[in-house]
């Protein structure tokens, strides 16, 4: 195990629950099984290149605060090479499977595309030998769109035509090095794909092209052999004021329209869910009802602030409701969870990175096992069933089976007179349950 950035560092063990080590897991023992696999393999935790090895602290209020020793500042290749190091000593401390970046994270872009294509290959070369030497794999790749002054009227949905094939073309090379990296899977996440104002805006147009690039991208994933998942992650707003892939919804109406829907899974990010005033379980739920969840952009947003505050997940009871979503869906299988979070302004030391993988880690750990305990008493599910019964036999079956027209509804009524009383939907009932488990 490589030992040059964080000296003072050990290897993070799980020591239990009774452990007052802050560099220990409490609850998340990577090879302790729950429903039959180990909770590395249901939780799958991939740590954000962006935020974790890009991040500075700063705000629009004030510079970075963040003290990285091993970075000298510049946008330099041997700066972002020994970057990679770092990020590779740091997950390997850490216990993290996987990781995921966008292609200017890792890499600097330089004055051309050529030029920001062979930085990127350069980089990529000391990735792949990191993912050798410790077994970290890559969860999914993105092309960041939304930096350059270039992509400032949007990428895919930019009026210019030109910044089109510019995205167009760092896709390509976005793509091709996910599939060098043997990524589990590429991401689309909107960036600037929105409007600010209507008034100077073609929405159609905009909406054709954002479909017209992600078959593009289907053309040529094909062509170079890639066979992970394509995943959207909606996000409503923020940096534009109205994001096209707004929701889980929007994003599947989207791609059904535009004959995309085989092609993709979503990746659902917690903080986006909120500010779409929808919570986590219910961005969850839709994906799931689709069959496209695919992955999660593990964060939580502030009670109080109305944006994207990316911050690491604490709660249990948000951890709880997010893998009983995902258990009932069967658990991942390309996806995974991705801590898309950044510590904050405040805390700028090298450790605190460490203090927050560790904790959302054993959040999840305690979600996954508190999860499982919920559904191996059975009461929550028996319940749900209990509620749609009505469902499973006469007039319900028969509808369910496509077999009753609306006369034959009418006929029914009229022979059987007022429905069965209802029964009660005992939700304060069902919270009390569920606080029985956390
Ligand atoms: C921004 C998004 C972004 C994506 C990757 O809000 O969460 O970080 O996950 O492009
Ligand atoms: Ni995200
Ligand atoms: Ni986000």
Same mark, same amino acid.
């Given at each position: 195990?490589?030992?040059?950035?964080?000296?003072?560092?050990?290897?993070?063990?799980?020591?239990?629950?009774?452990?007052?080590?802050?560099?220990?897991?409490?609850?998340?023992?990577?090879?302790?099984?729950?429903?039959?696999?180990?909770?590395?393999?249901?939780?799958?935790?991939?740590?954000?290149?962006?935020?974790?090895?890009?991040?500075?602290?700063?705000?629009?209020?004030?510079?970075?605060?963040?003290?990285?020793?091993?970075?000298?500042?510049?946008?330099?290749? *041997?700066? =972002?090479?020994?970057?990679?190091?770092? +990020?590779? #000593?740091?997950?390997?401390? $850490? !216990?993290?499977?996987? @990781?995921? &970046?966008?292609?200017?994270?890792?890499?600097?872009?330089?004055?051309?595309?050529?030029?920001?294509?062979?930085?990127?290959?350069?980089?990529?070369?000391?990735?792949?030998?990191?993912?050798?030497?410790?077994?970290?794999?890559?969860?999914?790749?993105?092309?960041?769109?939304?930096?350059?002054?270039?992509?400032?009227?949007?990428?895919?949905?930019?009026?210019?035509?030109?910044?089109? *094939?510019? =995205?167009?073309?760092?896709?390509?090379? +976005?793509? #091709?090095?996910?599939?060098? $990296? !043997?990524?589990?899977? @590429?991401? &689309?996440?909107?960036?600037?794909?929105?409007?600010?104002?209507?008034?100077?805006?073609?929405?159609?147009?905009?909406?054709?092209?954002?479909?017209?690039?992600?078959?593009?991208?289907?053309?040529?994933?094909?062509?170079?052999?890639?066979?992970?998942?394509?995943?959207?992650?909606?996000?409503?707003?923020?940096?534009?004021?109205?994001?096209?892939?707004?929701?889980?919804?929007?994003?599947?109406?989207?791609?059904?329209?535009?004959?995309?829907?085989?092609?993709?899974?979503?990746?659902?990010?917690?903080?986006?869910?909120?500010?779409?005033?929808?919570?986590?379980?219910?961005?969850?739920?839709?994906?799931?009802?689709?069959?496209?969840?695919?992955?999660?952009?593990?964060?939580?947003?502030?009670?109080?602030?109305?944006?994207?505050?990316?911050?690491?997940?604490?709660?249990?009871?948000?951890?709880?409701?997010?893998?009983?979503?995902?258990?009932?869906?069967?658990?991942?299988?390309?996806?995974?969870?991705?801590?898309?979070?950044?510590?904050?302004?405040?805390?700028?030391?090298?450790?605190?990175?460490?203090?927050?993988?560790?904790?959302?880690?054993?959040?999840?750990?305690?979600?996954?096992?508190?999860?499982?305990?919920?559904?191996?008493?059975?009461?929550?599910?028996?319940?749900?069933?209990?509620?749609?019964?009505?469902?499973?036999?006469?007039?319900?079956?028969?509808?369910?089976?496509?077999?009753?027209?609306?006369?034959?509804?009418?006929?029914?009524?009229?022979?059987?007179?007022?429905?069965?009383?209802?029964?009660?939907?005992?939700?304060?009932?069902?919270?009390?349950?569920?606080?029985?488990?956390?």
């Amino acid at each position: 195990m490589s030992n040059t950035y964080f000296p003072d560092i050990p290897k993070i063990q799980y020591e239990g629950p009774q452990s007052k080590n802050s560099l220990a897991f409490k609850h998340y023992n990577p090879d302790e099984k729950v429903e039959g696999r180990t909770m590395k393999e249901q939780l799958r935790f991939a740590v954000s290149y962006w935020h974790t090895f890009r991040g500075t602290g700063s705000d629009p209020f004030g510079v970075g605060t963040a003290i990285r020793p091993w970075d000298d500042g510049s946008a330099s290749l *041997a700066n =972002a090479q020994k970057r990679a190091h770092v +990020a590779f #000593e740091f997950m390997e401390k $850490l !216990g993290a499977p996987f @990781y995921c &970046f966008h292609d200017r994270d890792v890499a600097p872009e330089g004055a051309t595309l050529a030029e920001s294509n062979q930085n990127l290959d350069a980089v990529a070369k000391v990735l792949k030998e990191e993912q050798e030497r410790t077994g970290i794999r890559l969860l999914w790749g993105t092309a960041c769109l939304f930096v350059h002054p270039r992509y400032c009227h949007g990428a895919a949905t930019s009026c210019n035509a030109e910044v089109f *094939a510019y =995205a167009g073309a760092q896709v390509k090379k +976005a793509l #091709e090095v996910t599939h060098h $990296l !043997g990524g589990a899977g @590429y991401v &689309f996440w909107g960036g600037r794909e929105g409007y600010s104002t209507l008034l100077n805006t073609n929405m159609k147009r905009e909406v054709d092209h954002l479909a017209k690039l992600l078959h593009l991208a289907v053309e040529h994933k094909k062509k170079i052999g890639f066979t992970g998942p394509f995943y959207i992650e909606p996000k409503p707003k923020e940096p534009t004021r109205h994001q096209y892939d707004s929701d889980a919804a929007a994003c599947l109406n989207f791609l059904r329209e535009y004959g995309l829907l085989e092609h993709f899974k979503l990746n659902i990010e917690t903080n986006h869910a909120t500010l779409a005033g929808h919570t986590m379980q219910h961005e969850l739920e839709v994906a799931a009802a689709a069959g496209v969840l695919g992955s999660i952009d593990a964060n939580t947003g502030d009670e109080l602030l109305g944006w994207d505050t990316d911050q690491f997940p604490t709660s249990i009871y948000l951890t709880t409701q997010i893998m009983l979503s995902l258990m009932k869906a069967g658990g991942f299988t390309t996806g995974g969870l991705n801590f898309d979070a950044k510590v904050r302004r405040e805390s700028f030391e090298p450790v605190d990175l460490f203090h927050a993988h560790i904790g959302g880690m054993d959040a999840f750990a305690r979600g996954l096992k508190i999860a499982a305990a919920i559904r191996a008493d059975g009461r929550l599910d028996r319940f749900v069933q209990e509620r749609y019964s009505s469902w499973d036999h006469g007039i319900g079956a028969q509808v369910e089976q496509g077999k009753a027209s609306l006369t034959d509804l009418e006929a029914y009524i009229l022979k059987n007179g007022e429905p069965k009383t209802n029964s009660s939907g005992r939700q304060e009932m069902l919270e009390n349950l569920i606080n029985e488990f956390i």
